[in-house]
């Protein structure tokens, strides 16, 4: 029987986290009348018993338009590691501390905000006979199993309004300019806001590209007297005979980071046309900041049927 929930947030921050943990306690505590224990920095707080605290509905009033996430989060830990052949493993030491943790703080079942990563560790967990509900975030929208994650649609405002604000830059001064956007190995936020932008050229990892086609187009527009072009690229797309480009190349905890490819677009539609190119690398911008209307409603839906699902008995599933 369930009286105490875990709650996890995991991974890079996403806007509208703070929605979910608001619509968990509420639903928790006020139709189910449960305990919800806030788990602190992702699942390390697990690996200590004092980072953890229990959330009342006073705590989350005014999350909504909120940012971030009031219990701290990691997308790195000693959950999952990496060895000499970049394959992932999952320490048991780790996992078995865990698990005795929870069983010292009663809490009974999990309910896990996350991504690929924190989603992964929550399945291990399930397959070790603890009851997990996932709750699909990241700014990626690429989860498999779910039409949209919640931050995405923010994200894909914040991109459109940043494509918005080049356009009248690039047109005033002639230039070409690159929006580098995340996504990860993903371009959906690439492809939705450079179609809502009005972007010449979008560049995603779905489809590997040639960097003379998108010369020729920015050449094109010059010959249709458009003497500007906007193209945006996500961080994980490449040319048809290049290789990925990463800001670093990780370590035994966590994966190799991408980034860069703006800039090497830059370069070379600079070298190819000789027109002066800028780039503009959009970041953690992407992340940060208070939700959209959207985006607390599908988190707030999230919520409380992450809630009533491990009241039904379901567990080891996603919402």
Known sequence: M????????????APALNAVIRAVVKTAVGEFGLRVIGIEDSFEGLLDETRTRELRTSDVRGLLPRGGTILGTRNRGRFVERDEN????????????????????????????????????AAEFDRRGFPVIGV???????????????????????????????????????????L????????????????????????????????????????????????????????GACECDGELVYQDAGDHMHAPRLGGIGFRVRDEIERRT?????????????RGGRPNAFDRMLATNFGACATRALMRGERGVMV
């Open 136 to 178: 699909p975030k990241t700014i990626d929208n690429d989860l498999t199993s779910t039409e949209l994650t919640f931050g995405f649609v923010t994200a894909l405002d914040i991109a459109t309004e940043a494509l918005d604000r080049l356009h009248t830059t690039a047109e005033s001064h002639d230039r070409v300019m690159v």
């Open 180 to 235: 580098e956007v995340m996504g990860r190995h993903t371009g959906w936020i690439a492809l939705h806001s450079g179609i809502s932008g009005g972007a010449d050229v979008i560049l995603i990892p779905e489809i590997p590209f040639s960097m003379e086609v998108v010369a020729d187009k920015v050449r094109e527009r010059d010959r249709c007297d458009a003497k500007f072009s906007i193209i945006v690229v996500a961080e």
């Open 86 to 121: 970049d394959v992932v493993i999952k320490p048991d030491i780790s996992y078995s501390e865990g698990l005795k943790n929870l069983e010292k703080l009663g809490i009974d079942a999990l309910v896990v905000l996350g991504g690929e990563g924190s989603l992964a560790i």
């Open 274 to 286: 000789g027109k002066e190119t800028r780039c503009v690398v959009l970041g953690h911008l992407q």
């Open 2 to 13: 369930i009286r105490t929930i875990g709650l996890v947030t995991g991974g890079g921050d």
